[in-house]
């Protein structure tokens, strides 16, 4: 079975512009969550979408976004990038949201603001 | 939310048997204990996890404290590549899992 893929892998871009991650789950797994890994504040939740609905948010800005499609491909939106928002993202998929569901984490997307 | 507490990091000699704490104090009724640990350049990756009772797999087991207000992660036999830093989660019905800084662990040939 196919695990979490995320793409772009490396991914360049200048303060003011937007980006958009994207996130494919393994086959079957409806419950897709986002996280930002940074040396500084370690790893942080961003969001986690169940069957196209946000179920729950981290501490984020409104400028971080997200959505889940039918297929339960999801996409992560940052607008007006800065400078902090350089990090490793995460994405990882589970079954359900249990709490006893495991969650496979993709390889990441890493994004650098300059 | 539920914290976590773990020593900031081990040290292990290969071969030997590893025992990572981890401390949860306020940790609610129906909090999953989760271990995930994140090898250098890679997302992280599931260990175990439990509710009460300990368990096993084939990469560990984990036992879990009679009132559940710690737990401890054993790696029955350490090598090279078990070198990461391991993250005690507690995750509640939801799935927003919240890392602390984890326990970076370093096996030493």
Known sequence: ?114 | DAKTTQPNSMESNEEEPVHLPCNHSTISGTDYIHWYRQLPSQGPEYVIHGLTSNVNNRMASLAIAEDRKSSTLILHRATLRDAAVYYCILVPIGNDMRFGAGTRLTVKP
């Open chain 1, 1 to 114: 079975k196919a695990g979490v893929t995320q793409t772009p892998r490396y991914l360049i871009k200048t303060r003011g512009q937007q980006v958009t991650l994207s996130c494919s789950p393994i086959s079957g797994h409806r419950s897709v969550s986002w996280y930002q890994q940074t040396p500084g504040q370690g790893l942080q939740f961003l969001f986690e979408y169940f069957s196209e609905t946000q179920r729950n948010k981290g501490n984020f800005p409104g400028r971080f976004s997200g959505r889940q499609f039918s297929n339960s491909r999801s996409e992560m939106n940052v607008s007006t990038l800065e400078l902090g928002d350089s990090a490793l993202y995460l994405c990882a998929s589970s079954l359900g949201f249990t709490g006893a569901d495991t969650q496979y984490f993709g390889p990441g997307t890493r994004l650098t603001v300059l």
